[in-house]
């Protein structure tokens, strides 16, 4: 398996799965780490947030889609 790495972080889980959907969209294999901490108040905050991670092969091209310059 390849090396995760983080390309976005979110305090909002709603906005993370609509990341994680718009990479998904474009055929980035997604994964959401530290999601359940969500439900625990401020926990999200003490943990740097819910964290995106993607292959890094495609790091850069997620980071572009997410920055809108797909």
Known sequence: ME???KVAAFL???EAYLAK????NEG????L???RSAVV???PFALGGLR???RQPDL???ASILSGRK
């Open 52 to 54: 995106l991670m993607v």
């Open 60 to 62: 850069a091209r997620a």
């Open 41 to 43: 108040v401020y926990t």
């Open 33 to 35: 780490f530290d999601e």
């Open 12 to 14: 909002d889980v709603n």
């Open 21 to 24: 959907g718009l990479l998904e």
């Open 3 to 5: 090396k995760l790495v």
């Open 28 to 31: 980035i294999e997604v994964h």
